[in-house]
């Protein structure tokens, strides 16, 4: 299991968000989004940081850092390590299920990752039977290619999705993202898109949607 921060927001908990950092940084990373993203009259929250496991990242002269998976070339969309995306998965399946577990419902667990933490999150959606509540995907992309079409469920297209992206990220373009919003629609699920004026980053704006679009989900469950 992956070693995680934990943050709540009440002392009984009735959803869960789990999410999942960029390369190079770990789970302290968004834990100060919280103050910014809750809103009064939410239900209890209990926030999930995980960690990313220690591994030499190719691109970077394999030098050991926290990372989902190992980058091993420039083309962003095909550089990607399918077996470490897929570990991570995994990983993410576990924390899921350790939040079943603890007594909440699948159905009222969300999934967020930026950028190398969004594309394990979405991969990891598209595949599940049993469909989370929604899915916020930060400054990322759709990795595993043609894989997606073969593997992903009818129940999975339930789930509705988020993006956000930099209009001059120059670690992930802009039109990945928007590259990405195409394939998920085209398979089936229904995608809100947001560009800001940024780069490979979070701003106030965003947080500000975020927090509207997390206000929906609370409202039909």
């Not at 394939?183 to 965003?206: I, R, W």
Request: net charge neutral; charged share 20%; with cysteine.
């Amino acid at each position: 299991m992956l070693q995680t921060v934990e943050l709540l927001t009440s002392k009984y908990p009735a959803w869960s968000v789990i999410w999942l950092h960029g390369l190079g940084a770990d789970g302290n990373d968004f834990a100060p989004i919280v103050p910014e993203l809750v809103k009064p009259g939410w239900p209890g929250i209990r926030f999930v940081f995980a960690h990313a496991p220690m591994r030499p990242v190719t691109i970077n002269n394999g030098a050991v850092m926290r990372a989902w998976y190992d980058i091993v070339g420039m083309e962003i969309d095909k550089r990607a390590d399918e077996t470490g995306i897929r570990e991570s998965m995994a990983e993410l399946d576990a924390l899921i299920n350790r939040e079943r577990d603890r007594g909440i419902p699948v159905s009222r667990i969300l999934l967020a990752g930026f950028s190398q933490g969004g594309a394990v999150v979405l991969a990891h959606m598209l595949r599940r039977k049993v469909p989370v509540a929604g899915v916020m995907a930060l400054s990322t992309y759709l990795p595993l290619g043609a894989a997606n079409a073969a593997e992903v469920t009818p129940e999975a297209k339930r789930t509705p999705v988020y993006m956000a992206h930099g209009m001059f990220d120059p670690v992930v373009p802009l039109a990945l993202g928007e590259q990405s919003r195409q394939q998920l629609q085209t398979l089936g699920f229904s995608v809100d898109f947001k560009s800001y004026p940024m780069q490979h980053n979070v701003c106030a704006e965003e947080i500000r949607d975020m927090a509207l679009w997390l206000d929906a989900r609370f409202a039909i469950r």
